[in-house]
């Protein structure tokens, strides 16, 4: 139990000028961290692990977008007060000053746009019951690279001496970190500590140090945990991929199959799917098919999804059953066996990386003979892609195929676009690609294999002229996502 009452401080006014253009339409700490913008994953941290239900968030930059995603709280069982910090040339330091008017007794400081990953933080709660002036997260660096964008921290008989911005020399393995406790005292010392001849403002590292060589208590918490300081787009994309990859096995990944007159293959591709370890299960979505697809697929064990009417299209019909998936991770591929399960490893390794990951079937060196693609086809999708890349510069995408339909999403990434996919042919491989480029998501394209078709033809690349009307359709449907 806690010894009076602690409340919670959470910094989130700045820019994140460094994270930019990610940052254009929303502050830094509601940037997601698969799924969840930090800022929610810290309340939540402080909620659960602290036990503290009181957080005070300072706000600035797009103030009104964590105002209209939180509320007052109550919805994440906390009660949230907002403080504005109106000097932002002060910089973090500011940012805790100005709560000084709200704050009685000890709090707790989480910057808003740090990420702790399966942390100990419960410990520092056991530690609010003790005499301290502050107490500083702390943990071993995994190299001094880690310790010189942070801060360094010398500890002596339990005690922090003294604490150093951005060090030059490294004089031990900790890396401080941007959680601590303090009590009122901290505020008389900001008032106290000049400003930094490196930065121009008052750090919160030389506050705390002055704190210490004052004869303050300052007391290290050792953190266990993986931990990112997210400042730019790597380090972003780095939290996403530790997050994931720490919990990917207990993800569910289902392959979604759309078919119409596919009984002469898809038995043998629903078994390829269902023979890989990491496939949980695979739907077949048939719409007004006049054989036996359905039935095939569901005696090889699939999961079979039919609708009649209207719904035809090969975007409607995947559209329609990822809405009806209950999966993680949705993998789609062809009925026609120009795809292999021998790449969904590939696929999910990159998903740890990516909200989408999409293949392309451009390498040539991994393209069967007699498979369909040959140069118009091959070059087109080259062409097409590359007007992808041009029209959405600064999303920085890298494209060789527009048609590849071999290509995995996360489920929760997939209701975030799904509302702006329309495309019902063809043209919506594209337009998923377009539409993850436009709500600010990451797709990274990687090669597949691609095999000839195990029956049938292609509906809408067989022959130059089939061809050259999807490629229309594909490429108005890019001018009209663009202008």
């Known amino acids: 139990m806690l010894v009076g009452k602690v409340v919670a401080v959470i910094p989130a006014a700045g820019r994140g000028v460094r994270i930019y253009p990610k940052t254009r339409t929303v502050p830094k700490v509601m940037l997601e961290i698969v799924g969840k913008p930090i800022l929610q994953r810290n309340v939540e941290l402080i909620r659960d692990k602290l036990g503290i239900k009181e957080i005070y968030i300072v706000i600035n930059y797009l103030g009104w977008v964590i105002k209209n995603y939180f509320g007052d709280g109550s919805k994440f069982g906390v009660k949230i007060t907002y403080v504005v910090n109106d000097d932002m040339s002060k910089g973090l330091v500011n940012s805790i000053y100005v709560t000084k008017s709200h704050i009685k007794g000890k709090f707790v400081v989480i910057l808003g746009d740090e990420v702790y990953i399966n942390s100990n933080h419960a410990e520092l709660r ?22 010189k964008k942070n801060y360094s921290v010398e500890i002596e008989n339990g005690y922090i001496k003294s604490l150093v911005e951005k060090p030059e020399k490294i004089i031990n393995d900790y890396v401080g970190c941007g959680t601590y406790a303090f009590s009122p005292k901290i505020f008389d010392f900001i008032e106290k500590t000049p400003k930094s001849k490196r930065s121009g403002i008052v750090e919160l590292t030389d506050v705390i140090d002055m704190l210490a060589k004052s004869g303050g208590k300052v007391i290290p918490f050792f953190l266990k945990c993986d931990y990112v300081n997210v400042n730019t787009t790597e380090d972003l994309n780095y939290a996403n991929y530790v997050w994931k990859e720490l919990n990917f096995d207990k993800y569910k990944v289902e392959v979604i199959i759309p078919a119409y007159n596919e009984e002469k293959t898809i038995g043998e591709v629903v078994d390829d799917f269902r023979a890989c370890k990491h496939v949980d299960n695979v739907i077949v979505v048939d719409t007004n098919s006049t054989d036996n697809t359905a039935a095939i697929a569901k005696k090889h064990g699939a999961t079979v999804i039919t609708k009649s009417g209207p719904l035809s299209g090969y975007g409607e019909k995947l559209k329609y059953a990822m809405e009806q998936s209950k999966s993680d991770i949705m993998v789609l591929v062809e009925a026609d066996g120009s795809f292999r399960a021998k790449d969904v490893p590939k696929l999910l390794e990159y998903m740890k990386d990516a909200d989408m990951v999409v293949g392309t079937r451009t390498t040539r060196q991994m393209i069967e003979q007699g498979a369909n693609m040959d140069w118009f086809l091959r070059w087109g999708n080259v062409f097409l892609g590359k007007l992808v890349e041009v ?51 990451r797709v990274i394209e990687i090669p597949v294999s691609y095999y000839r078709r195990a029956g049938g033809e292609s509906k809408h690349s067989k022959g130059k002229l089939r061809s050259i009307k999807t490629g229309l359709k594909m490429l108005s449907l890019i001018l009209r996502k663009r202008f």
């Open 126 to 147: 056991r530690m609010l019951s003790k005499d301290f002036d502050a107490i500083v997260g702390v943990k071993k660096a995994k190299n001094t690279m880690e310790i």
């Open 391 to 441: 029209l959405w510069w600064k999303q920085e995408p890298r494209f060789t195929d527009v048609g590849c339909t071999y290509r995995a999403i996360w489920k929760d990434v997939f209701e975030q676009i799904k509302d702006d996919l329309h495309a019902k042919g063809p043209e919506f491989s594209p337009e998923m690609m377009i539409e993850i480029l436009r709500h600010k998501k």
